[in-house]
């Protein structure tokens, strides 16, 4: 068996130098935007300098059309839209349809630990604006009772959304994810199979060479704690150094328990590699607020996919990977 793998791969590689990308040569080109309230750099590989550019400009395109119909800040939204017609049912996009329905499977699936309906509480925290504070504890915990992903109504046939009245749907957790799968669809539509993304963090790439993505230490951002090698995927990163604010020593950051309505402590970061974007997003989101035990469960449901999980024990740092995310380490 042996010989045979090693024949395989070395003709496999010799294919790849042979193709007509390799012969051609190609041109890599590369641009960087604000968009979804971050910086998104796209890099694209394409037989002549015309097809880069229309491959970027087909990029950017998608992801800013994404943001207008999703983003939670922009008031004409299709979000902001179903937000402000709640009960609605308010028509949708088939785009935002196919978001709003996968996040809500996705809720489901976390048994509510992702859930795309904190966005009320994530505001009673100051965490969409920058106005920080501690909620008073009975208004938080009448928006945790209003929240949920079962007080979103998804009508198939008719492609509307209802919202229950006080939902405050909130794509932050996953909407990068999905343009970023978005946009590699596009890219690839054209014919365009070797392209990088880095989008606020999260980095997507198709190719046929191995990448090494090195994730920073929470605290220090020029240290790196690991370091995962692939040739195509995403590596998305939830942290608590993101959006936070502290108060008598205590750090609360972005990212809230809908159970409790309280923003998840003792956890510095997770990190998700997985094939589609999308995935790598909202799981990196799930186990930020699950962690590694009822993580590993969650996981089991995603065959390829690698986590890591940097947890605060008192005042130390621990580092746990799953057998996925160690494959990923070894170059
Ligand atoms: P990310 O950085 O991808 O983990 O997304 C974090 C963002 O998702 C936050 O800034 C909130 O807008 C939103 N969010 C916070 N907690 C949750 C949660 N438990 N489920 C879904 N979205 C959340
Ligand atoms: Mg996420």
């Not at 699936?109 to 009320?120: H, K, M, Q, Y």
């Not at 994530?122 to 501690?134: H, T």
Request: glycine share 10%; aromatic share 10%; net charge negative.
């Amino acid at each position: 068996m042996r010989p045979l793998g090693h024949l395989l791969l070395a003709s496999a590689l010799s294919c790849a130098a042979w193709s007509p990308t390799a012969l051609a040569g190609g041109v890599t080109a590369s641009r960087v935007e604000y968009v979804m309230g971050t910086m998104l750099e796209v890099q694209v590989h394409a037989a002549d300098s015309l097809w880069a550019a229309a491959a970027l400009n087909t990029a950017f395109a998608e992801v800013h059309r994404l943001d207008s119909l999703l983003s939670n800040y922009r008031e004409d939204s299709e979000i902001s839209r179903m937000i402000r017609h709640a009960p609605g049912p308010v028509p949708v996009n088939e785009t935002t349809f196919t978001f709003v329905k996968r996040t809500v499977e996705f809720a489901a699936l976390t048994g509510g630990a992702f859930d795309p309906t904190v966005g009320a509480v994530v505001a009673l925290w100051g965490f969409d604006s920058g106005n920080y504070r501690i909620p008073d504890q009975a208004v938080l915990q009448d928006a945790v009772g209003r929240a949920g992903y079962k007080h979103i109504h998804l009508d198939t046939a008719a492609q509307t959304i209802a919202l229950e009245p006080g939902v405050r749907f909130d794509p932050g957790a996953s909407g990068k994810g999905f343009a970023l799968a978005r946009a590699g669809a596009k890219l690839r539509a054209m014919g365009v199979s070797e392209f990088y993304f880095d989008f606020g963090g999260q980095v997507y790439r198709e190719g046929t060479d191995t990448v090494g993505i090195a994730i920073r230490d929470p605290r220090f951002d020029s240290v790196s704690v690991s370091e995962v090698f692939f040739t195509t995927g995403s590596v998305a990163t939830s942290g608590d150094y993101e959006r936070y604010f502290e108060r008598n020593g205590k750090r609360y950051a972005h990212i809230i328990d809908p159970r409790s309505g309280f923003p998840v402590a003792d956890r510095y970061a997770v990190s998700v590699y997985a094939e589609d974007p999308w995935i790598a997003d909202a799981l990196s989101t799930a186990l930020f607020v699950l962690g590694p035990n009822a993580g590993s469960e969650l996981l089991a449901c995603f065959p390829g996919v690698g986590a890591l999980y940097i947890e605060r024990s008192g005042e130390a740092t621990r580092v746990e990977r799953d057998s996925l995310w160690q494959r990923l380490e070894i170059q």
